[in-house]
């Protein structure tokens, strides 16, 4: 069935690194890859997102890459800043538009 | 513009009890989605309507899961009797269009004891 895997659960980095957070899909379908994040007690916000027709997005220190081929897309959040610790999902989605997600990564950004 | 907001916030119930969710969508948007998140798990999908109409269902876990959209407005899920294993984060979403950013609220966290 439809399924995607999101690595490492949790990563932690310093002020400053960069983080990279990496998902598999299954579903050779799936058209519409979308990031959220969810702070503490908060609702999950769309941060951002990419679709199959392009390899690479990117939004100030926050990047997307795709590859079709491998079923493989990840999340780039360069400069970190500790604002940015929220626990993060990749998802996948084909026309239908229900989302499939990952596992989610907790990620701490230390001072 | 008010975003997608859920009631309650929190719910403690015992087994075998009953519990209604409710979810009032962003105005004018069609679909909307059902998903629960199970403690320190993924974020499953359960189901999607396009207006009033279940559009996919798949997720639901079994019949004890009744969602309903009565007038293509704001979203129920009724969970009766409820087990123990339902306990999670409820979460609605919705989207003006299928595979557009979808709004999410904030969650109904559920408990049953």
Known sequence: G???????????????????IK???????????PWYKQELGKRPQL????????????DQRIAVTLNKTAKHFSLHITETQPEDSAVYFCAASTDGGKLIFGQGTELSVKP | EAGVTQFPSHSVIEKGQTVTLRCDPISGHDNLYWYR?????????????????????SGMPNNRFL??????????????PAELEDSGVYFCASSPHRNTEAFFGQGTRLTVV
Not at chain 1, 23 to 33: I, K, L, R
Not at chain 2, 37 to 57: A, C, N, T
Not at chain 2, 67 to 80: C, M, N
């Open chain 1, 47 to 58: 941060i951002i997102d990419i679709r199959s027709n392009v390899g690479e997005k990117k």
């Open chain 2, 37 to 57: 998140r199970v403690m320190g798990k993924e974020i499953k999908f359960l189901l999607h309507f396009v207006k009033e109409s279940k559009q996919d269902e």
């Open chain 1, 2 to 20: 439809e399924n995607v895997e999101q690595h490492p659960s949790t990563l932690s980095v310093q002020e400053g690194d960069s983080a990279v």
């Open chain 2, 67 to 80: 969602a309903e959209r009565t007038g293509g407005t704001y979203s129920t899920l009724k969970v009766q």
């Open chain 1, 23 to 33: 998902c598999t899909y299954s579903d050779s379908a799936s058209n519409y890859f």
